[in-house]
Nanobody, 125 residues
């Protein structure tokens, strides 16, 4: 069983930046994908970004492409989400997840079987 703990959320003005971190512990995540999803009030949880741990291949939702960057630190077993040019539409609870996320399911919550508790990101206008 893997445990995921997110950090780095907070309140930021539009145009600002935040960096989210997700620490994985309990078992190796090598060979798995690490993903970020978000859920805004009254909306479905949506895919934001993912990275395949072994290859470093990255995936982004169109809404964040060019503004967000996902990366990993093997030594720290941590994945990061650098978020730049934030806007109020990015306001949500951001969740870290890990799982097999095989081809075709990398952008789907169904591809992940372990989730963190989430961290709140609020962008003011």
């Amino acid at each position: 069983q893997v445990q995921l703990v997110e950090s780095g959320g907070g309140l930021v003005q539009a145009g600002g930046s935040l960096r989210l971190s997700c620490l994985a512990s309990g078992r190796t995540v090598s060979g798995y994908a690490m993903g970020w999803f978000r859920q805004a009030p009254g909306k479905e949880r949506e895919f934001v970004s993912a990275i395949r741990w072994s290859t470093g291949t990255t995936f982004y939702a169109d809404s964040v492409k060019g503004r967000f960057t996902i990366s990993r630190d093997n030594a720290r077993n941590t994945v990061y989400l650098q978020m730049n040019s934030l806007n109020p539409e990015d306001t949500a609870i951001y969740y870290c997840a890990t799982g097999p996320a095989r081809v075709g399911s990398t952008r789907s919550a169904a591809g992940y079987n372990s989730w963190g508790q989430g961290t709140q990101v609020t962008v003011s206008s």
